[in-house]
């Protein structure tokens, strides 16, 4: 929610001010180690969602708080939501990997354990190593034995997954009801009715829009889904995704005390570590849309409806990996897309009908033409040709290869007799490319690479394309 916030305050006319005051009410607040430096070309962030029954400043929330939270006076210890942010350095794209809570991981001192349990179990026996040592100062006890828990937490993550987190955030349940109070409620898509008395989640099947306690109650549920746990992730990235949206809205956008409002429910709500430099993050963001942002959960097996989920620790690395390398390819992709397209409006296209079919050197540079080409001759050839080729002069070797590919992978040669800036085709007996039917169909598949890559992976927690805020899935 802090990355949608800053997207949100990065592209008002407010801008930098914005961003500035939510800065300064935000860092500082968690004190733990993480001063690491990522060798692989990403930022790391640990987005945890925590069932803390206390403001951002620890102050115990009151009864009336807690009954439209519909939330007793239990909890404050277990992680039971987790995200990865996975943002690499150019800020264009983001992946939100989550973690179930009852993944079993290698917890080291404590053995394997569900990965919710990592930070209490961590701030326990730390708290009694400290009071062990004679430390009777409550507060210092609990800020050190968080810090630990916290630290702790990481660390797990870190070795489960194989990656290094640079940022830590938490969000409390006081602070998840206001911003849906903020911005309106967001729009959801239910499959069937659902009644939890477990979370409070009483909803018809269909779309709602839900804030404040509704809100709450419906990424909370998990009893009564087929799933438990991983339809309850589902809930919460499609509740995300729609969050975003609503955030990237006009409404907010260019309402000045909307904007405030954000400020404040995050200030009230968000606790980031102490070496986070907010504006610094904020201007890696500019320019990312809410679309640019994809939700995934990492491949676990289920082994029944209270046992824990299990993974193997190194399908888990390949796969946390394997999305930052994806995007990789799909953004060199995309240079290679545009650059191909300046060249081909950079070079000049000539051609000549050598196989005596009436009229095709013409359709052939007008499908040249419509790849993107500056539009050149179309004529005879002097003579007849079995076989077709592209020619180039010195400097348009790489257009005439990309030429070649859009006519389904002609030869190409050199030849000092092509001018430069251009390339000449020659349609001989054996052409049976783009232009040799006159029917409007699907243009043909371009062979230069560009048009290969996927624009995203297959979620193996569902098997469908990832979440993202184009759209209101329905779910469970």
Request: glycine share 10%; with cysteine; charged share 25%.
């Amino acid at each position: 929610m802090l990355l949608l916030s800053l997207i949100v305050l990065s592209t008002t006319g407010y801008g930098w001010g914005k961003v500035s005051q939510l800065d300064s009410g935000l860092r500082g607040n968690i004190d733990i180690n993480n001063e690491r430096d990522s060798p692989d070309g990403a930022t790391d962030i640990l987005l945890i969602g925590n069932d803390s029954r206390t403001d951002a400043q620890g102050n115990p929330l009151p009864d009336e708080v807690l009954r439209e939270l519909r939330a007793s006076q239990g909890g404050g210890h277990l992680t039971d939501t987790m995200i990865l942010l996975r943002i690499p350095d150019n800020g264009k794209r983001a992946r939100a990997v989550s973690f179930p809570r009852d993944t079993m991981v290698d917890m080291g001192e404590f053995g394997e354990n569900k990965l919710n349990s990592a930070l209490n179990r961590k701030r326990v026996a730390k708290r009694e190593e400290l009071e062990a040592q004679g430390i009777t100062d409550e507060k210092k006890l609990s800020r050190l034995s968080e810090k630990a828990g916290k630290e702790f937490l990481m660390e797990t993550i870190e070795d489960f997954a194989g990656v290094t987190i640079e940022h830590y955030a938490e969000v409390n349940l006081l602070g998840f009801y206001k911003l849906t109070e903020v911005v309106g409620g967001v729009k959801v898509c239910l499959k069937n009715p659902v009644d939890d008395p477990y979370s409070g989640a009483d909803f018809s099947a269909g779309v709602h829009t839900l804030s404040k306690g509704d809100a709450l109650a419906f990424v909370r549920q998990r009893h009564g889904l087929p799933r438990g746990d991983l339809d309850r992730i589902v809930r919460q990235q499609v509740f995300m995704s729609g969050l975003a949206k609503k955030m990237l809205s006009a409404g907010m956008l260019s309402n000045p005390g909307k904007l405030n409002e954000l400020i404040k429910a995050l200030q009230d709500s968000i606790t980031l570590d102490k070496n986070w430099d907010v504006l610094s993050f904020a201007k890696q963001m500019q320019g990312m849309a809410a679309g640019d942002i994809e939700f995934y959960t990492i491949p676990v097996e289920m082994n029944g409806p209270s046992s824990g989920l299990d993974a193997e620790p190194d399908e888990v690395k390949r796969f946390v990996d394997n999305l930052l390398l994806s995007q990789r390819k799909r953004e060199q992709a995309q240079r290679d897309a545009e650059q191909a397209q300046e060249l081909r409006a950079e070079t000049e296209v000539n051609v000549y009908n050598a196989s005596g079919v009436s009229g095709l050197a013409g359709r052939v540079l007008q499908d040249l033409a419509a790849e993107g080409f500056d539009s050149g001759a179309a004529a005879n050839a002097e003579s007849m040709m079995s076989d077709s080729v592209v020619r180039y002069a010195s400097d348009t070797e790489q257009a005439a290869k990309l030429a070649a590919s859009d006519l389904g992978g002609v030869p190409v040669e050199a030849s000092e007799d092509v001018p430069a800036g251009s390339v000449s085709v020659y349609l001989g007996d054996d052409y049976a490319g783009p232009g040799t039917r006159e029917f409007a169909g699907e243009g043909a598949v371009r062979l230069d690479g560009t048009a290969q890559a996927q624009d995203s992976e297959t979620d193996p927690s569902t098997g469908k394309q990832p979440i993202t805020a184009g759209g209101v899935r329905c779910v469970n």
